[in-house]
């Protein structure tokens, strides 16, 4: 009788955990990841196939051997690369498929809103500095001008299709690096304009 009760309790268990997973869809979000991949009909034995997964540079990278999905008949797996990318599976019998794995909305949305703080900072600092420093002054105006577009090529171009992975980090480099040369820029004519300025009391000093 125990035995018999520690096993529906495991039963329980497992098909609760099973039904808590969302099938993948050939696009799915990384959010949704771990996800099932549910065969599409029977096979003799579930736990004799495999599916071999491959990389967008048709690198074989992880493999997943089929188990029964409950008492359909079908097979799954579950599917738990949490990696942005197209992998490409081929199960030992003949199937195949593909799953795209598209970044998560929310990380767009912060790269954007990101951008558009960087390009308000700028903008404040274009208003609020010093009338001395006039080169600073019209680079953080300019500079906030192309933040504010750059974010407008993020959403108007990368939103309606979310990037894959090697786009994700095109974003995040040519943000980084934009800001980087500007604030580099920023800062040599800060210190250029102190310099001159120490330069020139010095010399009257004298």
Do not use: H
Not at 10 to 17: C, G, P, R
Request: charged fraction near 10%; proline fraction near 2%.
């Amino acid at each position: 009788m125990k035995n018999l009760i520690l096993t529906i309790i495991a039963f329980v268990l497992l098909t609760l955990s099973v039904s808590g997973l969302e099938e993948c869809t050939p696009v799915t979000s990384i959010q949704d990841i771990p996800c099932m991949v549910v065969s599409v009909w029977n096979y003799s034995n579930c736990i004799l196939e495999k599916a071999v997964f491959y990389n967008e540079s048709g690198v074989n990278f992880i493999n997943y051997t089929f188990s029964d999905y409950g008492g359909s008949g079908l097979c799954n797996f579950t599917f738990n690369y949490s990696s942005i990318g197209s992998f490409t599976y081929k199960v030992t019998n003949g199937d195949q498929g593909n799953i795209l794995v598209k970044p998560d909305i929310t990380m767009v949305y912060a790269i954007i809103g990101s951008v558009l703080f960087i390009g308000l900072a700028f903008l404040l600092i274009s208003f609020f500095i010093g009338k001395e420093f006039a080169n600073i002054k019209v680079l953080s105006f300019f500079s906030s001008i192309a933040f504010f577009l750059l974010s407008l090529v993020f959403s108007f171009i990368l939103l309606p299709n979310l990037p894959n992975q090697a786009d994700f980090k095109l974003m995040l480099i040519t943000t980084l690096t934009v800001f980087c040369l500007i604030v580099i820029v920023i800062i040599y004519f800060y210190m250029s304009e102190r310099f001159i300025k120490v330069f020139d009391r010095l010399s009257g000093e004298r």
